[in-house]
């Protein structure tokens, strides 16, 4: 009995005691036990003394094998880590700039404040339906369709950059002030100038932080879908993790992808400080200054 006061008195316990029960259901269910953990801590064991220490001849021995072809007489630059990471952001940008193309005009249909109600949720659908797959199962997919490559990369993540920035830029549009919009309507400017003109000025910055984003987000991720033959850095990784298990090379190429997407993250963050940074008391750059697309009308 007093055990039950004080449950009574302390809601929180159930809530805790549920969880923790259904978590041990959930466990037993999936057949996970103590036994797997300590197998799993061995196996950890010894794959971290045939990854240590790292190999880093991936970064100047000259690549006896490639999935493209490497032309440069240096050995390091057709290197598995530099030619792989090299591919690896070209395919990364790529995707974005396509991703990027396709993506503002979808996100202007899509808007609510932009388009008519039909059209609206019949783009949102859309995106909806891009980003339901990732753009792993997307390179999977393609390099059924195209064979093993670059090509299969970039259509995969052009895709999935389309369903995820679009949906980033039709709430950044929505997130604008209503009023200049309004004024345009009342000048009897169709839908199209009225996003064209108003609309995507106002939301450039916070798109452009958006489309920097995506750009880090596709060179990590570039890396997972060579896994599956789509190119890039990740292909060599999944080679010395399975058929070749050089695990010391692995390491060496992780250490690489880190290396690089640290380094691009700082030169992201730089960039969309001048854009997006208030506190600085340089006036902000917008991208009607740098992307006449973009730029107002006179």
Known sequence: MKLLQHLKRRPSVLIYTFFAFLAVLISNKLGISIGN????????????????????????????????????????????????????IQIAFLATLFGMLLSLPLSM????????????????????????????????????????????????????TVGYLGKLQYEALEGISRYPLEAARAMGLPRWQVARYFALPEASNAILSQILFMFE???????VIGIVGAGGIGWYLSNY???????????????????????????????????????????????????????KRE
């Open 241 to 295: 993790l399975g058929v070749f298990s050089r695990y010391d090379r692995a390491l060496a190429l992780i250490l690489v992808i880190y290396i690089a997407v640290v380094i691009i993250d700082q030169i992201s963050l730089s960039i969309r400080h001048r854009f997006m940074d208030s506190e600085t008391h340089a006036p902000r750059a917008r991208w009607r200054e740098i992307i006449p697309f973009i730029s």
């Open 217 to 223: 987000y596709n060179i990590r991720h570039g890396s």
């Open 37 to 88: 953990l300590n197998q799993a801590w061995v196996n950890a064991g010894v794959l971290w003394s045939e990854m240590f220490p790292p190999d880093f001849s991936v970064v100047t021995e000259r690549a006896s094998w490639t999935q493209t072809e490497c032309n440069w007489e240096a050995d390091w630059a057709c290197s598995a880590a530099i030619h792989g990471l090299v591919e690896t």
């Open 109 to 160: 249909m899509a808007a609510h404040n932009l388009s008519p109600i039909g059209l609206s949720v019949v783009t949102r659908n859309l995106l909806a339906g891009l980003r339901v797959l990732p753009s792993l199962v997307w390179a999977l997919i393609f390099v059924i369709m195209f064979g093993p490559g670059p090509l299969a990369g970039v259509l995969a993540m052009t895709l999935y």
